[in-house]
């Protein structure tokens, strides 16, 4: 069958070859249609004579025997697809509908592997910026106009968003899965989704007026953890040319066949989620249909990338300490009010200053001073959800500046302050993704965002800060430096520390939080060094009796 679906996948591509004068007539006398490798595509003309391309298959369909095996390229096809409507979006739970971030899930399915292109008027040799979509590795969408790229294309980039495998079907590793790869490695398929997305970029985005040697990687929350991890895979080096990195968290993650960090083996995870499940093999598993292994398997398996030794060959923090990341030019920041809409993450809130300070003391030892300086007894609820913030958002932010700069490549940092009345009645300011509506366009009189969100005021100063934003993000996928017209510079990391703090508007400033990396990466450090326990929500008042200093700890804890 595969020598089969080989010799299809060449004659349809001589066909092509052969019907390529005909096909460039075709498009210059219908600009909506786009000659790709598999076919030709159909999309949807705009305004402002752009258009936008909907459900471009990028990979087979993950189906039966391809349930956890790494993508493959999807087949051709003859005559012109229809590429005007969304597909089908990764299976996932639907969010609690009393969540900030609930919205209608369109239809589901595991054939999902598809993406969406927004072309710019008179695109030729454009910049490329390719979209990542946050949830958790468990939920999230690129269909509909939260994340919809006309305001970015605008610009004058290309515009690419993804749907990945979720879930169980993203990030199972189980030890038969291993055994049948050639690459003795299971758990990443979801990240394996991101790189066939970004080979297609490269084999196809110049068919769409992008240049794929200007390729920006760019994504939010587990999307930001995604740009991280492509930075730190061998596997993606050479597909992308920058990275943007908003509200990522560089946590610990299982290692594929040992337990380590306080964490058994992803392997192990995954043999006791079948045996849940009463599958005695993978055969067994593969036979479940989607829907039920979804509901089955969604409550108690908790997503995540796995250090499987081929796609992550390490955990993050240790390729930035070996410098092996890509060397790429580096935006990165985080939002003020990160956990407000993520309460679920937080420890209970005692309720006296006397019993938090004496947690505090009892899980920080020595280096509950310090916490206590940054997250003090006499606002214990903010102190709470500052530490939270700081421990997975604001020192992974700083960190990777801190590592890209050290590799000689420039790291753009910033914070985003900027709140709103309808944010500040729901106890919500700068709360995590607040920042998206700035970045895709959606304030003013026609933005949009999700039924629960918080919506921002319809001003002109709320649509300025959106065009700086926007302005700054497609200005560093066109140069490497994000500039905005009208705006300040925007000065580098190794600038003094220097970073952009988006408040009402731009603010240049420096030394982001005095003491809040420091503090942060002692820990991790420390953790580190004493191998049994992980970091991730494990902060403040989560967090175990941090380990004593070790003889020597990384230099890095204690730069900046």
Request: proline share 8%; with cysteine.
């Amino acid at each position: 069958m595969t020598a089969y679906k080989s010799c299809i996948r060449l004659i349809a591509a001589l066909a092509l070859a052969l019907c390529a004068g005909h096909a460039a007539v075709a498009a210059d006398a219908d600009p909506r249609l786009a000659t790709i490798q598999n076919g030709q595509l159909q999309g949807v003309a705009l305004t402002d004579g752009m258009l936008v391309f909907r459900g471009i298959p990028y990979a087979s369909p993950p189906l039966g025997a391809m349930r956890w095996r790494p993508p493959q390229p999807a087949d051709p096809w003859a005559g012109v697809r229809d590429a005007t409507k969304f597909s089908a979006v990764c299976m996932q739970p639907r969010a609690a509908i009393s969540t900030v971030y609930a919205d209608a899930v369109p239809k589901m399915d595991e054939d999902c592997l598809y993406l969406n292109v927004w072309k710019p008027a008179g695109a030729a040799k454009a910049p490329v910026m390719v979209w990542i979509h946050g949830g958790a590795f468990a939920t999230g969408n690129v269909t509909g106009p939260a994340y919809d790229g006309a305001a970015l294309a605008k610009r004058g980039v290309v515009v690419v968003t993804l749907n990945y495998r979720l879930g169980i079907f993203g990030f199972l590793a189980h030890p038969q899965l291993t055994a049948e790869s050639i690459q003795h490695s299971s758990g990443n398929y979801g990240l394996l989704d991101q790189i066939e997305a970004l080979r297609w970029v490269q084999a196809n985005i110049a068919a769409f007026g992008g240049d794929p040697d200007n390729v920006t990687i760019f994504g939010e929350s587990a999307g930001g953890l995604s740009v991280v991890d492509l930075m730190t895979s061998p596997v993606a080096h050479g597909l992308f040319q920058k990275a943007i990195a908003e509200s990522a968290y560089a946590v610990s993650v299982p290692e594929l066949s040992h337990a380590r960090f306080g964490q058994p083996s992803a392997e192990a995870i995954g043999a006791q989620l079948a045996e849940g499940l009463h599958a005695p093999d993978i055969a067994s598993l593969r036979g479940i249909p989607a829907d039920i292994l979804e509901n089955e398997s969604a409550a108690w398996f908790a997503p995540l990338p796995v250090v499987d030794g081929w796609v992550l060959p390490h955990q993050v923090v240790e390729t930035l300490d070996a410098g092996r990341q890509a060397p790429v030019p580096l935006l990165v920041g985080f939002n003020a009010g990160e956990v407000r809409s993520l309460r679920g993450l937080l420890p209970h809130i005692p309720g006296s200053s006397a019993d938090y300070e004496a947690q505090v003391r009892q899980r920080y030892r020595d280096l509950a001073d310090a916490y206590l300086a940054l997250y003090p007894a006499n606002t214990v609820e903010d102190s709470v959800l500052a530490a939270a913030r700081d421990g997975l958002y604001g020192w992974t932010a700083q960190r990777l500046a801190t590592k890209q700069t050290a590799i000689g490549q420039p790291a753009f940092l910033y914070l985003f302050e900027h709140h709103y009345p309808a944010e500040d009645a729901q106890k919500l300011a700068a709360f995590h993704g607040s920042e998206l509506p700035y970045v895709f366009g959606q304030v003013g009189p026609n933005g949009w965002v999700s039924r629960n969100w918080p919506k921002p005021p319809n001003t002109p100063d709320e649509v300025a800060l959106s065009d700086a934003m926007i302005g700054y993000w497609t200005s560093f996928a066109r140069t490497g430096v994000p500039t905005a017209a009208g705006q300040p510079d925007w000065k580098p990391f190794a600038d003094g520390g220097a970073y952009m703090d988006f408040q009402d508007k731009p603010v240049v400033a420096t030394n982001l939080m005095p003491g809040m990396y420091a503090l942060h990466e002692e820990v991790v450090s420390r953790r580190r060094a004493a191998g049994n326990q992980g970091w991730f929500i494990n902060i403040g008042l989560a967090s175990p009796t941090v380990p004593p200093a070790a003889a020597t700890t990384n230099a890095s804890a204690t730069s900046h």
